[in-house]
T-cell receptor, first 112, second 113 residues
Framework: GENVEQHPSTLSVQEGDSAVIKCTYS??????FPWYKQELGKRPQLIID?????GEKKDQRIAVTLNKTAKHFSLHITETQPEDSAVYFC???????????FGKGTRLSVIA | GAVVSQHPSRVICKSGTSVKIECRSL??????MFWYRQFPKQSLMLMAT?????????EQGVEKDKFLINHASLTLSTLTVTSAHPEDSSFYIC?????????FGPGTRLTVL
């Protein structure tokens, strides 16, 4: 089955700097790659996603890139702010009514 | 986005008792719902896939007789933790699938004393 690896497990950046989180996946059939932000004690919130027919997607300060050949995808956050501090999870699925397989998460700390 | 609710949000129970958690899709019909479990400082792990009108599919290592799942309608799935023990204490999150998207419920924090 699908296996998703996520790095780094923790990341600290200065406010205003960029943060990059990387994930790799194993199942070449996966075609849907969402990113979730989870604050302490709360549900994961979808922040951006990408499907396999697209190489890059951007939404304001957040962007995701996908390299299907290499089977990896990345989350880029620019101009980080303290409120970006949270745990971020990448996930992969083959789409439709199939479950998501999550990476282990990255704890991002943005230092003011 | 679509709304998924979970009830209760928190539950504390004694060891050996059973706890039922409800997951509802409020504004769309979910043919498939997923149940995840998240231990402190860990990722979400899929427990089972629940399809309306059929038996749930459990992931390896998840006891189907301990975690009973019922998906009786297109808007409701329930997870019952039977004979709960302290090691079952966790954050249980459901997600409802519709239109190719998944929407998470707010989660239920279970503490077994």
């Amino acid at each position: 089955g699908e296996n998703v690896e996520q790095h780094p497990s923790t990341l600290s950046v200065q406010e205003g700097d960029s943060a990059v989180i990387k994930c790799t996946y194993s199942d070449s059939a996966s075609n849907y790659f969402p990113w979730y932000k989870q604050e302490l004690g709360k549900r994961p919130q979808l922040i951006i996603d990408i499907r396999s027919n697209v190489g890059e997607k951007k939404d304001q300060r957040i962007a995701v890139t996908l390299n299907k050949t290499a089977k990896h995808f990345s989350l880029h956050i620019t101009e980080t702010q303290p409120e970006d501090s949270a745990v971020y999870f990448c996930a992969a699925s083959i789409g439709g009514n199939t479950p998501l397989v999550f990476g282990k998460g990255t704890r991002l700390s943005v230092i003011a | 986005g679509a709304v998924v609710s979970q009830h209760p949000s928190r539950v504390i129970c004694k060891s050996g008792t059973s706890v039922k958690i409800e997951c509802r899709s409020l504004d769309f019909q979910a043919t498939t719902m997923f149940w995840y479990r998240q231990f402190p400082k860990q990722s979400l792990m899929l427990m089972a896939t629940s399809n309306e009108g059929s038996k749930a599919t459990y992931e390896q290592g998840v006891e189907k007789d301990k975690f009973l799942i019922n998906h009786a309608s297109l808007t409701l799935s329930t997870l019952t933790v039977t004979s709960a023990h302290p090691e079952d204490s966790s954050f249980y999150i459901c997600s409802a699938s519709g239109g190719g998207w998944q929407y998470f419920g707010p989660g239920t924090r279970l503490t077994v004393l």
